[in-house]
C-alpha cells in the first residue's frame, strides 16, 4: 500500500479503516533461498536490498522476538559520516547519502532531520586529530566545517564556553548529520521488505545451524527447520551466541551502552552536540526530549541494563558545556547490547563455512551504519564480493594486521 | 481528619493570580481548593486538562515554576508542597492556558491519529525539515527550559543499612517498626511528605484510632529510633547490581535558592523491603480526560487528607468495591450494568451521559479501574511481573525479583488494610525479624471485575499526557503493530513523564481486547529506571564547572603562574604552556623566544607530569626486556636508555627512557598521557604473565619533581646548585648517565643526562615537595646566562626540530617500524608485542619523516594528508598524513613530521600537503625528520 | 556494582579497572612454530558468553591488585574473586 497525501486524507476523513498491516506476519516456509537472522535494523535493510536493489527472490527474515526490538530500537539516533580512517569513512559516507534519500526509497518518513553533528574541541592535539579526520572524510565525498571558537559561538550560543575546566576552543562540524526516529527505521525496511515478498518471521529464535561438510544447509528454529541456501548473520549484541551454534569464535565483546531521555521540553538544541572533554553527546528529539549517552559502561555484559557511575559520568559531562540542563530531568535510561569489536570497526564477511555470511561488531555505532550495512551485505549475498565501500571489513583482518582502529586503542573492546 | 493546617496560611500565584492554601497542602491541593479546573494542556492535542491523581503517577497537571529569571519546568502540582511566594504558571499553550491556540490540533486530531507522522510529509522532500519538523518541534515539548546555567545545587551522598524499606505507607511503617525493634539499621524512604501512605486518604480505624493518626504515632516511634534513618521526600528511583539504590532526595521546593535543591543518595542494602504501594487506573470511555474528571482515590485523597471540597454533585464510575468508598451523589457500578459512554464541558466536566442513554448534570467525575501494584522497582532488573486474574493486576513475579529484595503490601496485592500488616509482618517473619505489633484494621474483600473501556466512537483517552487513545492502540493493531513494545512504539503509550504509571495497564488491556487476546497472552510491561524523573543536575551533584574534572597541578605551578604562564590541560594536569615576557604580542613571541634562549644558552622546562615508575627486584632488568622492544638487562648501571613499548598486539604504547641506579633497580619514565594506562600494564605483566619473576613496581609519578635543563649553558648552571662532591663533567657524566646526587647543600636529587630538545641536556628531579624551591633555584642559577622558563610549546617544536615522536606520533596506530624504530625490536628476544607486530599489514612500508614547504614561506598545516598531485584527491589518492607541525625559529620556516606510503625511500621527493577542511595546499619536501643537529653533535658536547 | 576484594572486602567496582576475558592471562609460547596463530587468537577471540565470564579487573584505586572475577554476564552476580597473581602462580 503506497503512503500518499490523498490516502493520509482519505483514511482521516473516514476513520482509518483502510490502513492495512505495515508487514504480513507470515508463517516460516520449509525453506528459502536466503534466510537473514535478525530482524534488527540491518537484517531488515538487507532484506530490503536483496530484495528491491539485488532482486533476490525467496527471502526470509526470522527475529527472535518483534523486529527492531534489539539496538535499532534503542540508541540515541544520531546519523553522520565524520569518521578518520578510509576503510571506515567511505561506508558511513554511503550510509549518510542512502539516509538522505531513505523516505522516497522506503515511502515512508523516518524523520532524517539533518540538523548537524558538531564535535567540540577543547585542545591543540584534539584540533590536528579533527582536522585529519575531516580531510579524511572530504576525500571520501562527505562534508565537513572546521570552526573555532567564535564559530561555535554562532553556532551553538547555549553552550559553556569558558566552563572551568575544559573551555571550547573550537568544533568539527558534520552539517548533513543529524538525526532520524529509530523505530521507524525498521518498520519502514520491514514494511519494503515485505512489499516485495520477503518474509519476515517474528517469535522466531534460530537455535541451531545445519552444517554440512563445512557448507550451510539451513537453520534450526523455535518453529522448526528452515532449510536455507545461504544464511545470513545479523544480530549485533548476540553475535557471540549465534555464531557459536556454529562452533565460531569472534573477534567480538558483548558490553553495556546506556543510553538516556528526558522529559519533553520547547525547543532548546537545533542539533547534535557531542563534548570532546567528557563522555556525553546530546540531542533533542520532534517530542521533545533531550536524548543524550556516553561511555560504555567498560564490563561485557547481555543484562541490557547498567549502573549508576556512568549515568553520573554522563550527567556530569551535560553539565559541564550545558549547565542549564540541571533543570531538565531524566525520564527513562536503558542499556543495549553492543557487539564491540576488537578494533572499533565492523565486519560484513564470508565466514569459512560455505554459505554463512557474517554481519557484526558494529559497537555503538550501528545505527548510522543501517542503510549501508544493509546495502552491503546484501550485496555480499548476492555476489559473493564485497560491495566497494566495505572492502575494509573483513573477518581475518586481525590475523592479517589490517585493523582499522579509530581511537587507537588496540584489541581492548570496552576501550573502543 | 484533615492534615492541612488552616491556621497557616500561604500566599501563592497561579498563571498571575495571587491564591492562598495552607500549609500541608501540595499546589494540586491549593489549586482544587481555590476551584481553579484547567491547570495544563495535553502534549499533542493541547486539550484542557485538570488534576487527576493525588501523587506522582500525576499525568496532566504539569506546571513550570518561577522564580527571579529562574524557571523549572514539568513539575507535578501534586508532589510540590506548597510554599510562600511559590510561582507557578501552565505550560505547553500559545495564548492563555484557558484558550491556548494549539487547540486547534485538537480539531484537527483525525489527522493526527497513530503512526499518522510516518505516512506523510515526505513531499517535497526538503519540506520535512525546512517546514514540517520546525512547526512539530515547536508544538511539542511540554515546558520551557532556561537557557542560563542551572543556579541551584545539588549533593550527593552514601548511605548503608541492612534493611532498606521502600514506601511508608502502612507496610512499610510496620516492616520499618519491625527491624528498627530488632536492631537492624534501617533506613525508611517515602516520596512524599508526611509518612502514611493511604492511611492518610482513607477514612478508616487502625487499633481503633483514626489511621492517620496510628501512622503519626508510628512515624514518631521511628524517628526516635537511633538506628532508624527515616527519609521523607526521599525516592528510590532505581535498583542497581549488588544491593545498590539510587535515592533522590527533595530538600526543598523553592528554585534558585543557595541550598541544595535535592541530594542523590547511592544507599546499598543488604535486603531491601519494597512497600511502593498502588496506583488506581482510569477508565478509557469518550472526554474521559476534562478537568474534573479525577480518580477516585485521589478525591477520597483531597476530601480526606487535605479537607477540600472538591463538589457536591460529582458521579463515581467504578468496577470494584474500593472506588465505593468514594463519597458521590450518583454511583456508577459498571458491574450493575450503569456506565459512562460521554462527558460534556471545556474547562470542566459539566455532564455525563450515561450507557441508559440519560445525561447527568455532574460537578465532577471520579473514575476507579482497580489498582496496580507498584511493581516497578521489581522490574529494575529485567525482572517481568505475572498476570493475576482474580486481582486484576499485575503482580511481582516472586521467581524473578531483585535478590536480596521483598515485596510487600499492596505492591505485592494485598489490598485491604488488614492484608498489608500482614504481609509485611510475615515478609519480616522470613528474614528472621519479629513482628514488633500485630495492629488490627479493616479487612475488607477484593472485589473487583476487569473493566476497562467503554467503546464508542468518539476518543477514550488512556495516556492522558501524551494523548493517546484507545483508538490509537486498535489502529496501531490494525497496522500489525501487535507486540506491545510495538504498539507503545507506535503510538507513544507510556512514553510520558508519568512513565505510563497510569496508562500501561490500562493500554495493554485495551491492546488485548482490539486483538482478541487475554492480557497474559498479550504480553507484559515493564518499567526502566528512574520510578519518577531525576534532574540531570542531581546526577551530576558538585561536578560542575572547575569541579568537573580534578585538576592536578606540579609543585611549580605556583612559580610559573608568577611567571605569568599559559596553562593548557594535559590530561587533569594543568602545564604551562609559555610564558609571556612584557612587551610580547602573541604566543608565538613568547614560544620563539623560549626555543631561541634554550637553544641559544639555557632553558628550564618542568616535567613533572612525566609517568615514573619504579622498577625493583633481581629481575627487573628481565622484566623489562620483556615489557620493552629494547634490552635493558645489559644497560650499566649509571645509564639510561630509551626504549619503546609495546602493546601485545605490535602497536606502539608508549615511550620514555630507564635509568639503572643499581642492579636491581630501574626508574622509568612514561609519557604523561600514558603514565596510568603503562603502569596497569607493567603490573598486569609482573602479577599475571610473569608472575615468577623477582621484581616490584610502583608509581612514583606524584613523588618527584623534575626539570628538563637544556641548552649550552646546562651544565654551568647545574654545577651552581649540584653538591660539589658530585662530578657532572662530560667525562665523569657523559651523555645518558645518570646517578642519585644531591643539591643545594644535602637535598636529595636524582641527575639524568638527557636530551628531547637536542641540546646539552639533563633532567633533574627532586622529592615534590622541594620542587618549588628548586624551580626556584635553578632560575636563580641560571640568571647569568639569561636562563628562559619554558613551556609545552617550545617542547613541542624543539623535538619537532629533532624529529622525536610524540602523542601525536603514538597514536595507538603506529608501530616501530612506522616511527623509524623497527631496528630496536631486538632479533633474539621475546617481548610483549613481538609476534604480533610481524603481520603484513604492520609491515606497509609507511614510515616517519621530515616534511618542509617547497616554498620556505608556505606554512605547514597538521592533520594534512599527502597527495602526489594536486588534483582531486580521494582515499586512493592518499599517501598519508602531517602528524606535527611547527615553526622552526632556528631555521626561520616551518617543519612537519608525517607518516608516508614510502618512508625514507621518498627523501628528495615532493608531494602535496592536502589540508581541504581549511583549503589550505602546499607542495612539500620530504626531508629526513631530524631537522636540528642531525648528527646529535650537541647533546653530546 | 561491589566487588569483594579477596584482601580488603566489598569494593564499589569504580574502584576497578576492567580489562577483559580471563583467557588473556594465558600467554603463548612465542617460541612455538604456531605463534603467529596462536597469539593472534590469544589477542582477538572471545569466548563472549552469555552467563558465567571469567574476567580481569585492576583495583587502580586501590591496593593495584589484578583480581580475576567470575561473574554472570546475563546477571551481573559475582560468584567468585581471586587475586590474579594466585592463580598466575599455580600455573607456572
Request: glycine residues 12%.
Amino acid at each position: 500500500m503506497k503512503y500518499s497525501g490523498f490516502k493520509v486524507i482519505k483514511e482521516a476523513l473516514t476513520g482509518h479503516k483502510g490502513w492495512k498491516p505495515v508487514w504480513r506476519k507470515p508463517e516460516p516456509k520449509p525453506a528459502y533461498d536466503i534466510v537473514i537472522i535478525g530482524g534488527g535494523g540491518h537484517g531488515l535493510a538487507t532484506a530490503h536490498y536483496l530484495a528491491k536493489k539485488y532482486k533476490q527472490k525467496n527471502i526470509a527474515v526470522l527475529e527472535k522476538g518483534w523486529i527492531g526490538g534489539g539496538n535499532v530500537g534503542r540508541n540515541t539516533t544520531i546519523v553522520r559520516s565524520n569518521y578518520g580512517l578510509h576503510g571506515n569513512e567511505g561506508f558511513y559516507e554511503l550510509s549518510m547519502q542512502l539516509w538522505e534519500r531513505l523516505e522516497q526509497d522506503l515511502n515512508y518518513n523516518a524523520m532524517v532531520s539533518q540538523r548537524g553533528v558538531l564535535n567540540l574541541i577543547h585542545s591543540d592535539p584534539q584540533r590536528d586529530a579533527f582536522v585529519r579526520r575531516a580531510n579524511t572524510m572530504i576525500m571520501n565525498g562527505a562534508d565537513a566545517v572546521l570552526l573555532d571558537a567564535k564559530g561555535v559561538r554562532e553556532h551553538s550560543p547555549l553552550l559553556n564556553f569558558d566552563n572551568g575546566r575544559f573551555p571550547i576552543t573550537g568544533g568539527l562540524l558534520q552539517p548533513r548529520g543529524g538525526t532520524v526516529r529509530h523505530d521507524a527505521v525498521a518498520w519502514g525496511y520491514a514494511r519494503s521488505a515485505d512489499s516485495a515478498g520477503v518474509d519476515i518471521i517474528e517469535n522466531c529464535e534460530a537455535t541451531g545451524f545445519d552444517i554440512q561438510a563445512g557448507t550451510v544447509m539451513g537453520v534450526q528454529t523455535s518453529r522448526g527447520p528452515i532449510k536455507a541456501g545461504k544464511v545470513a548473520v545479523a544480530v549485533a549484541g548476540n553475535s557471540s551466541r549465534v555464531m557459536a551454534m556454529a562452533g565460531r569464535r569472534l573477534p567480538i565483546e558483548s558490553h553495556v551502552l546506556q543510553a538516556f531521555v528526558s522529559e519533553g521540553l520547547k525547543p532548546l538544541l537545533p542539533g547534535v552536540i557531542t563534548f570532546g572533554a567528557g563522555h556525553f553527546y546530546v540531542s533533542q528529539s520532534d517530542k521533545g526530549g533531550l536524548v543524550f549517552g556516553g561511555d560504555i559502561d567498560g564490563y561485557n555484559s547481555y543484562a541490557q541494563r547498567g549502573n549508576l557511575p556512568v549515568v553520573e559520568d554522563v550527567c556530569e559531562g551535560g553539565m559541564a558545556i550545558m549547565p542549564m540542563i540541571g533543570k531538565a530531568r531524566m525520564l527513562r535510561m536503558w542499556g543495549g547490547i553492543m557487539d564491540m569489536s576488537m578494533d572499533g570497526s565492523p565486519i560484513i564477511d564470508r565466514t569459512d563455512i560455505s554459505g554463512l555470511y557474517f554481519n557484526g561488531g558494529w559497537c555503538y555505532g550501528g545505527f548510522k551504519a543501517t542503510p549501508a550495512s544493509g546495502l552491503a551485505f546484501a550485496h555480499l549475498l548476492a555476489t559473493d564480493t564485497p560491495h566497494d565501500t566495505a572492502t575494509a571489513f573483513t573477518l581475518d583482518r586481525f590475523e592479517r594486521g589490517l585493523m582499522i582502529d579509530e581511537k587507537g586503542q588496540g584489541a581492548q573492546p570496552n576501550l573502543h | 481528619m484533615s492534615l492541612v493546617d488552616f491556621d497557616a496560611p500561604i500566599n501563592f500565584k497561579f498563571n498571575g493570580k495571587a491564591l492562598q492554601g495552607f500549609d500541608g497542602d501540595t499546589l494540586a491541593s491549593a489549586l482544587l481548593r481555590n476551584g481553579v479546573k484547567v491547570v495544563a494542556r495535553s502534549f499533542k492535542y493541547h486539550r484542557p486538562r485538570g488534576i487527576m491523581a493525588a501523587g506522582s503517577e500525576e499525568p496532566n497537571a504539569l506546571v513550570e515554576i518561577h522564580a527571579s529569571g529562574v524557571c523549572e519546568p514539568n513539575r507535578r502540582a501534586t508532589t510540590i508542597k506548597l510554599f510562600e511566594g511559590l510561582d507557578a504558571r501552565s505550560q505547553n499553550f500559545v495564548g492563555s492556558v484557558d484558550r491556548d491556540l494549539l487547540a486547534i490540533n485538537d480539531l484537527l486530531s483525525p489527522f493526527f491519529a497513530a503512526g499518522f507522522y510516518y505516512k506523510t510529509f515526505m513531499w517535497p522532500r526538503a519540506f520535512w525539515e525546512k517546514l514540517y519538523e520546525p512547526i512539530i518541534r515547536r508544538a511539542a515539548g511540554l515546558g520551557s527550559i532556561m537557557k542560563t546555567p542551572d543556579p541551584d545545587s545539588y549533593d550527593k551522598g552514601f548511605l548503608h543499612c541492612d534493611v532498606l524499606i521502600i514506601g511508608g505507607g502502612p507496610a512499610g511503617l510496620l516492616a520499618a517498626l519491625n527491624a528498627g525493634e530488632a536492631g537492624k539499621q534501617v533506613i525508611l524512604c517515602d516520596e512524599d511528605f508526611i509518612l502514611g501512605g493511604r492511611l492518610l486518604s482513607e477514612d478508616i480505624d487502625v487499633d481503633g484510632t483514626p489511621a492517620a493518626d496510628w501512622a503519626k504515632l508510628t512515624a514518631h516511634r521511628l524517628m526516635m529510633m537511633p538506628n532508624v534513618r527515616v527519609m521523607k521526600r526521599t525516592t528510590v528511583y532505581g535498583v542497581y547490581d549488588h544491593g545498590i539504590y539510587g535515592a533522590l532526595e527533595t530538600r526543598r521546593d523553592a528554585i534558585g535558592l543557595k541550598t541544595p535543591r535535592h541530594i542523590l543518595w547511592r544507599i546499598y542494602a543488604k535486603t531491601s523491603i519494597l512497600a511502593a504501594g498502588a496506583t488506581e487506573r482510569p477508565i478509557a470511555f469518550e472526554n474521559n480526560d476534562r478537568p474534573g474528571i479525577m480518580l477516585a482515590g485521589a478525591a477520597r485523597t483531597y476530601a480526606n487528607r487535605f479537607g477540600v471540597t472538591l463538589g457536591d454533585n460529582a458521579a463515581l464510575l467504578t468496577n470494584n468495591d474500593d472506588g465505593l468508598r468514594t463519597s458521590a451523589r450518583h454511583v456508577l457500578d459498571v458491574r450493575g450494568g450503569e456506565s459512562v459512554v460521554n462527558t460534556k464541558g471545556r474547562s470542566g466536566v459539566k455532564s455525563v451521559t450515561l450507557n441508559s442513554g440519560q445525561s447527568l448534570p455532574v460537578d465532577g467525575l471520579y473514575m476507579s479501574g482497580g489498582w496496580n501494584p507498584n511493581v516497578h522497582l521489581t522490574c529494575h532488573k529485567r525482572g517481568r511481573p505475572k498476570w493475576d486474574d482474580v486481582l486484576s493486576c499485575f503482580l511481582p513475579d516472586a521467581g524473578n525479583l531483585p535478590a536480596d529484595m521483598k515485596v510487600i503490601g499492596s505492591a505485592n496485592g494485598a489490598f485491604s488494610t488488614q492484608a498489608v500488616f500482614d504481609s509485611a509482618n510475615a515478609a519480616c517473619k522470613t528474614l528472621g525479624i519479629k513482628a514488633a505489633m500485630r495492629p488490627k484494621s479493616e479487612d475488607a474483600p477484593v472485589k473487583v471485575t476487569a473493566f476497562w473501556h467503554v467503546k464508542t466512537k468518539g476518543r477514550a483517552w488512556v495516556d492522558f499526557q501524551n494523548d493517546v487513545t484507545a483508538k490509537d492502540i486498535a489502529l496501531a493493531h490494525q497496522e500489525g503493530f501487535s507486540s506491545v513494545e510495538h504498539v507503545k512504539r507506535y503510538t507513544t503509550l507510556g512514553m510520558a513523564t508519568d512513565q505510563g504509571k497510569t496508562s500501561n495497564v490500562l493500554g495493554l488491556a485495551v491492546l488485548a481486547q482490539a486483538s482478541g487476546r487475554t492480557i497474559p497472552e498479550t504480553g507484559t510491561t515493564i518499567f526502566r529506571p528512574p520510578y519518577t524523573p531525576v534532574p540531570i543536575g542531581a546526577f551530576a551533584g558538585a561536578h560542575r564547572g572547575t569541579h568537573f574534572k580534578p585538576t592536578r597541578l606540579t609543585p611549580s605551578h605556583k612559580y610559573s603562574a608568577e611567571q605569568g604562564a599559559t596553562f593548557v590541560d594535559t590530561g587533569y594536569w594543568k602545564r604551562a604552556q609559555w610564558i609571556a615576557r612584557p612587551g610580547e604580542k602573541g604566543w608565538r613571541d613568547s614560544v620563539d623566544r623560549e626555543v631561541l634562549t634554550t637553544r641559544g644558552s639555557v632553558g628550564i622546562c618542568d616535567v613533572s607530569t612525566l609517568g615514573k615508575i619504579d622498577v625493583q627486584g633481581k629481575d627487573a632488568g628481565k622484566f623489562l626486556n620483556k615489557v620493552y622492544v629494547n634490552t635493558f638487562s645489559t644497560l650499566k648501571v649509571g645509564r639510561c636508555r630509551y626504549g619503546l613499548m609495546l602493546r601485545e598486539d605490535g602497536i606502539a604504547m608508549d615511550d620514555g627512557t630507564s635509568a639503572r641506579l643499581s642492579k636491581t633497580h630501574y626508574i622509568t619514565t612514561t609519557t604523561t598521557a600514558k603514565a596510568g594506562p603503562v603502569y596497569r600494564h607493567m603490573e598486569f605483566c609482573r602479577q599475571v604473565l610473569f608472575p615468577e619473576m623477582d621484581v616490584h613496581l610502583i608509581s612514583t609519578t606524584d613523588q618527584w619533581a623534575q626539570y628538563s635543563v637544556a641548552g649550552p649553558n646546562a651544565r654551568k648552571l647545574l654545577e651552581k646548585i649540584v653538591d660539589p662532591n658530585f662530578d657532572i663533567s662530560n667525562e665523569a657524566f657523559p651523555y645518558m648517565a645518570c646517578g642519585q646526587i644531591t643539591v643545594c647543600g644535602g637535598t636529595r636529587a636524582r641527575l639524568f643526562r638527557l636530551s628531547f630538545s637536542g641540546e646539552l641536556a639533563y633532567e633533574i628531579s627532586v622529592p615534590a615537595r622541594y620542587g618549588d624551591a628548586l624551580i626556584r633555584a635553578l632560575m636563580s642559577a641560571g640568571e647569568e646566562y639569561g636562563a628562559a622558563l619554558y613551556g609545552t610549546e617550545a617542547l613541542g617544536v624543539m623535538r619537532i626540530e629533532k624529529g622525536h615522536a610524540a602523542g601525536n606520533e603514538l597514536d595507538g596506530r603506529t608501530t616501530a617500524a612506522h616511527l623509524g624504530l623497527g631496528g630496536f625490536v631486538s632479533g633474539k628476544k621475546d617481548c610483549i608485542g613481538k609476534v604480533l607486530s610481524a603481520r603484513e599489514g604492520l609491515n606497509d612500508g609507511v614510515a616517519l619523516v621530515g616534511f618542509i614547504a617547497d616554498n620556505p614561506k608556505d606554512t605547514l598545516h597538521n592533520g594534512a594528508h599527502f597527495s602526489a598531485e594536486l588534483g582531486k584527491a580521494g582515499p586512493n589518492e592518499d599517501l598519508g598524513h602531517m602528524s606535527s607541525v611547527a615553526y622552526s625559529p632556528e631555521l626561520k620556516h616551518w617543519v612537519g613530521l608525517g607518516f608516508i606510503a614510502g618512508g625514507k625511500s621518498r627523501i628528495g621527493e615532493t608531494v602535496y600537503a592536502r589540508d581541504f577542511v581549511r583549503n589550505h595546499h602546499v607542495k612539500v619536501k620530504i626531508v629526513s625528520p631530524h631537522f636540528v643537529d642531525p648528527d646529535g653533535e650537541r647533546l653530546r658536547g | 556494582m561491589i566487588i569483594n576484594h579477596p584482601l580488603l572486602g566489598p569494593r564499589d567496582a569504580s574502584e576497578f579497572v576492567h580489562m577483559g576475558d580471563a583467557s588473556l592471562m594465558h600467554r603463548p609460547d612465542p617460541k612455538s612454530e604456531t605463534a603467529a596463530d596462536d597469539f593472534y587468537r590469544y589477542q582477538y577471540l572471545r569466548d563472549n558468553p552469555a552467563g558465567l565470564y571469567a574476567e580481569l579487573w585492576f583495583h587502580e584505586q586501590g591496593d593495584r591488585s589484578w583480581l580475576v572475577v567470575t561473574r554472570n554476564t546475563l546477571t551481573h552476580e559475582i560468584i567468585d574473586v581471586q587475586l590474579a597473581r594466585h592463580i598466575a602462580r599455580q600455573k607456572s
